[in-house]
C-alpha cells in the first residue's frame, strides 16, 4: 500500500525566511506528485505537480518542488515566505497503476508578519 | 469556466433524512471524485468515476450513493446517516483519471445531527 508522510506537523516561520516542507512516500512503482494548498476558510488548490522530466518543477506562487526518485521524497520549497502564505500544505501521490491518490497528513504553515 | 461547484454549501440533516449533494463542472473533465475531509485531517478518498463510470468505491458504506448522470455532474445521495459521517464533503474532477492534477470544489459542510 502506498504512504505519504509529511514530517512537519506544525511550521512556523517570520516572513522573509525561507521555507523548505518534506514529503516522503512509499511505493515501488511509477506514481505522480501533487502539493495543494489549503488557505483558511477555503477549498484546497493545486500548487505545482510532477509528472516526468526535470525533477524540479515550479509552481505559482513562487513556490517550487524537487523530486528525488533515491530518496522518494518530494519536498516544496520558497525561498521567501509571505503572510499570504500562511496555509495548510498537503502534500499527494497518485499510483499510475491503480489511479488512487493518497494524501499525507498535512503541514500547517504560519508566517508572523 | 474553471471551477468544480458544490451545492450546497452548507447541510445539517437528521439520522433519518435523505438528502442530496451536488457537484458540477464545465471544464470537460472525465473524472470526478468524492472525498471526505475532517477538521485538521487530508481528504480521504471515497469514489472514483472515469466516464460517468464507478471505479473505485473505498469501501464507503452503503449510506453514501454516488451518481453521475452525465459528464459534468456528480451527486452524492446520503440516507440514514450517523454523527461521525459529519465532515467537509469535497468534489474534484480531472481530466483524466489518475495522472492529472485535480481541480476541487469548495466543498460541503455536513452536519449530522
Known amino acids: 500500500a502506498q504512504s505519504v508522510s509529511q514530517h512537519n506537523h506544525h511550521v512556523i516561520l517570520s516572513e522573509a525566511a525561507s521555507l523548505e516542507l518534506g514529503c516522503n512516500y512509499s511505493?515501488?512503482?511509477?506514481?505522480?506528485l501533487f502539493w495543494y494548498v489549503q488557505y483558511p476558510g477555503q477549498h484546497l488548490q493545486l500548487l505545482l505537480k510532477?509528472?516526468?522530466?526535470?525533477?524540479l518543477v515550479k509552481g505559482i506562487k513562487g513556490f517550487e518542488a524537487e523530486f528525488i526518485k533515491s530518496k522518494f521524497s518530494f519536498n516544496l520549497r520558497k525561498p521567501s515566505v509571505q503572510w499570504s502564505d500562511t496555509a495548510e500544505y498537503f502534500c499527494?501521490?497518485?499510483?499510475?497503476?491503480?489511479?488512487?491518490?493518497?494524501f499525507g497528513d498535512g503541514t500547517t504553515l504560519t508566517v508572523k508578519p | 469556466d474553471t471551477e468544480v461547484t458544490q451545492t450546497p454549501k452548507h447541510l445539517v440533516m437528521g439520522m433519518t433524512n435523505k438528502k442530496s449533494l451536488k457537484c458540477e463542472q464545465h471544464?470537460?473533465?472525465?473524472?470526478m471524485y468524492w472525498y471526505k475531509q475532517k477538521a485538521k485531517k487530508p481528504p480521504e478518498l471515497m469514489f472514483v468515476?472515469?466516464?460517468?463510470?464507478?471505479?473505485i468505491n473505498e469501501s464507503v458504506p452503503s449510506r453514501f450513493s454516488p451518481e453521475c448522470p452525465n459528464s459534468s455532474l456528480l451527486n452524492l445521495h446520503l440516507h440514514a446517516l450517523q454523527p461521525e459521517d459529519s465532515a467537509l464533503y469535497l468534489c474534484?474532477?480531472?481530466?483524466?483519471?489518475?495522472?492529472?492534477?485535480?481541480?476541487f470544489g469548495s466543498g460541503t459542510r455536513l452536519t449530522v445531527v
Open positions: 499527494a501521490v497518485i499510483n499510475t497503476n491503480a489511479g488512487k491518490s493518497t
Open positions: 474534484a474532477s480531472s481530466q483524466e483519471w489518475g495522472n492529472y492534477g485535480y481541480t
Open positions: 468515476y472515469s466516464y460517468e463510470k464507478l471505479s
Open positions: 471544464m470537460g473533465h472525465r473524472a
Open positions: 510532477y509528472f516526468s522530466g526535470d525533477p
Open positions: 511505493y515501488g512503482g511509477t506514481v505522480n
